[in-house]
Nanobody
């Protein structure tokens, strides 16, 4: 089970850190991704990494501003979001799957969303 948290209401230019915690298991051998869904929009890819390390993927819209990382206990994945923009407003979801991918269809386990609202 995945639990996303850390969302909130911030102003443009602020930072937030989202957390995705795994309960009852660890992220070992999984790829973990963050996706978001804005009002009236499709759910879109934000960032992903494989627990074993190595490559990370970012959507072009967040590259250089967002960073995905993990804790050594293999139980939590983070999404550090800096220089937030109003267009980053969305519900953010974490997900886990067997392969590193930018496609939401590749992810099997999903957490509930955490809302991020960026005001101008």
């Amino acid at each position: 089970q995945l639990q996303a948290s850390g969302g909130g209401l911030v102003q443009a230019g602020d930072s937030l850190r989202l957390s995705c915690a795994a309960s009852g298991a660890t992220f070992s051998r999984y790829a973990v991704g963050w996706f978001r869904q804005g009002p009236g929009k499709e759910r879109e890819f934000v960032a992903a990494m494989h627990w074993s390390g190595g490559s990370t993927f970012y959507a072009d819209s967040v590259k250089g501003r967002f960073t995905i990382s993990k804790n050594n206990a293999k139980t939590t994945v983070y999404l550090q979001m800096n220089s937030l923009k109003t267009e980053d407003t969305a519900d953010y979801y974490c997900a886990a799957g067997s392969s590193l991918s930018t496609m939401k269809q590749s992810y099997i386990y999903w957490g509930q969303g955490t809302q991020v609202t960026v005001s101008s």
